[in-house]
């Protein structure tokens, strides 16, 4: 019997919505479009709209929506958008039987399951343990991160927050860079590095460090764009030094990660950024901050790391999850 289900990845700068046909463990896309989040006053705008394009008029058994914010209790205040989600009024307002929010990085790790190797551009193979846990990383708009763990026969993805944990400096660069964002934001979590945001402050950091007169507008929204554009013509720029010190963080950090969580059965490496830097995160830059812990390289070493080159890995999963729904 064919379900219908309707999924949702929802970020600070887009959402994507889908509607799916599901057969048994198969997924059929009917309609997939994207939205500009700041564009809608909420998430029940955008699915209103979405609904009405697809002129669909049959029972949708289940929704699964994927947020960047805390779940709590079927309600979540979206991080990065003046956004309030709530489960239940979503099901009323729009007659699904059922539906779920969950973190969109838990999204992401259920995602998982159902990429293909061409999904991923392997930074170092290592040595996968069968069901060891698994950990994912992702820049974008925010930081995102998530671990998952093997029970019943299938991965179980656990939300996280852990891009606000505090920003740790490796070396004295670092260093002053975390001192310049404490002046500006006080706390200075991971996130305020690892991520569009974050990348452009490195930017104006060097720019100020070093001397140079910033030739990039900062404010504008393409910006986090022009600067890795930007770093790979031209490897003597601020904007290099930039992602050179973006990749550095982002190393030490999925480092750290897979000692915390013991992801003994891999690091993926997800979220916006990630594809449009992958040559640069594969020129060995980003696996030696990695592998820098000491006397623990040589079990770092072990772990293998992936860059997801799917875009679309979150709503992957959401759409899976709105599928066990039903």
């Not at 949702?8 to 700068?13: A, R, S």
């Not at 309609?31 to 564009?39: I, M, N, R, V």
């Not at 996130?191 to 569009?196: A, N």
């Amino acid at each position: 019997m064919t379900r219908y289900v309707l999924a949702g990845d929802i970020g600070g700068t887009k959402t994507l919505l889908q509607l799916a046909a599901a057969e048994s463990d198969a997924i059929d896309v009917v309609l997939q479009k994207s939205y500009a989040s700041t564009g809608h006053e909420d998430l029940s705008a955008i699915v209103d709209t979405f609904l009405r394009d697809a002129h669909f008029d049959k029972q949708i058994a289940a929704a699964c929506f994927a947020v960047a914010g805390p779940v709590i209790d079927g309600r979540a205040r979206l991080t990065n958008l003046p956004w309030h989600v709530d489960a239940n009024e979503i099901a009323s307002r729009f007659a699904i039987a059922r539906v779920e929010l969950i973190n969109d990085f838990a999204a992401v790790g259920l995602g998982l399951a159902r990429l293909s190797r061409d999904d991923l551009l392997t930074l170092q193979e290592g040595r996968p343990q069968r069901h060891g846990v698994r950990a994912a990383i992702g820049a974008g708009t925010g930081l995102g991160v998530t671990f998952l763990t093997w029970s019943s026969g299938r991965y179980i993805a656990h939300a996280s927050e852990g891009g606000h944990a505090d920003f740790a400096p490796a070396n004295d660069l670092q260093q002053r860079l975390l001192q310049h964002l404490r002046q500006r934001h006080g706390h200075v979590s991971c996130e305020r590095v690892l991520s569009g945001p974050g990348l452009i402050a490195a930017y104006e950091f060097l720019c100020v460090h070093d001397g140079y007169v910033c030739d990039i507008d900062v404010h504008s929204e393409h910006a986090a764009a022009q600067i890795a554009a930007r770093a790979g013509s031209d490897a003597e720029s601020p904007a290099a030094r930039a992602l050179d010190l973006f990749v550095d963080v982002y190393g030490a950090y999925a480092g750290s990660l897979a000692l915390t969580m013991l992801a003994s059965g891999g690091i993926y490496i997800a979220g916006g950024i990630a594809p449009k830097i992958s040559a640069r995160l594969g020129d060995g830059r980003f696996l030696k901050a990695f592998l820098d812990k000491g006397r623990y390289a040589e079990l770092l070493s072990k772990v293998p790391i992936h860059v997801v080159m799917n875009a679309e890995v979150g709503l992957i999963g959401a759409a899976a999850e709105a599928v066990a729904l039903t």
